[in-house]
């Protein structure tokens, strides 16, 4: 399903459920309740691919602390992190992105061309969460980026290969 005209009052319920979460963000326990579900799929997703890459995850919790002067709504330890494998399992959740255009294509807005409210506000909730849920922290970025500069480096090399072969 594309955007269409009809796409907008989704969007905009979207968006109103971005903003909202946005606002109670640094609430503590209140985004952690709002988001649970989203924070258990973001930690699920660095826990399989960290199993996948041999990253060999060792802890997992969804439980909320404060660190500082922010919270940590979940986290997942690793024992065999390197250059290699880092950048796919600190950048794992934005898979969440697709998965937050699947609900939105195929839930959020069926159910609001069919008139059904209550899915509709429901599937819009879902949707935002899965879009709040697929951002980075500043630890996953901290964490993944000199292997995604690496990688980086190791496309441009390949294209610029590419592109001189062809031409």
Known sequence: MGLTVNSIPSIILVVVWLCLLRWVRYSGWGIAILTL?????????????????????????????????????????????????????????LLLAWVGWLIFSYWTQPAFQKGDYTSWLVSGYIAAVALFSCVPSHIDIKMGALSALMYGFIGGVVWLGVINHIY
């Open 37 to 93: 579900i989203g924070t258990i799929s973001h930690e699920l997703l660095h826990a399989a691919v960290g199993w996948a890459v041999y990253a060999k995850p060792t802890s997992f919790s969804i439980i909320p602390r404060r660190q500082k002067n922010c919270w940590v709504l979940g986290s997942v330890g690793f024992r065999n992190l390197n250059i290699w494998n880092s950048a796919p399992v600190a950048f794992a959740p």
